[in-house]
Nanobody, 123 residues
Framework: QVQLVESGGGLVQAGGSLRLSCAASGRTFSSYVVGWFRQAPGKEREFVAAISWNGATTYYADSVKGRFTISRDNAKNTAYLQMNSLKPEDTAVYYC????????????????WGQGTQVTVSS
């Protein structure tokens, strides 16, 4: 089991940037796929980005491709989501999650979740 804590959320104007962090505890973090998901009020949780255990492969939702970058530092047990050119429609609670399975965009495949961090983008 992996415990995850997100940080870095906040309020930003459209066009701005934020960097989210996901700090993990547990020896198996470096062998897990890490994903970022988001959930806006009244909407289902949706996939944002994911990264393979060694960082070699990344996956992105079409809505964030070219604007967001996922990365990880296994030595620090931390994953990141760099978000640039933010839009009001990016407003949501952002969650990081970890999974030993290679199904990066399916939230049902993730067993360990953080508590979430709020991102609000004003127009």
């Amino acid at each position: 089991q992996v415990q995850l804590v997100e940080s870095g959320g906040g309020l930003v104007q459209a066009g701005g940037s934020l960097r989210l962090s996901c700090a993990a505890s547990g020896r198996t973090f470096s062998s897990y796929v890490v994903g970022w998901f988001r959930q806006a009020p009244g909407k289902e949780r949706e996939f944002v980005a994911a990264i393979s255990w060694n960082g070699a492969t990344t996956y992105y939702a079409d809505s964030v491709k070219g604007r967001f970058t996922i990365s990880r530092d296994n030595a620090k047990n931390t994953a990141y989501l760099q978000m640039n050119s933010l839009k009001p429609e990016d407003t949501a609670v952002y969650y990081c999650a970890a999974s030993p399975l290679n199904s990066p965009s399916d939230p049902r495949r993730y067993h360990d979740w953080g508590q979430g961090t709020q991102v609000t983008v004003s127009s």
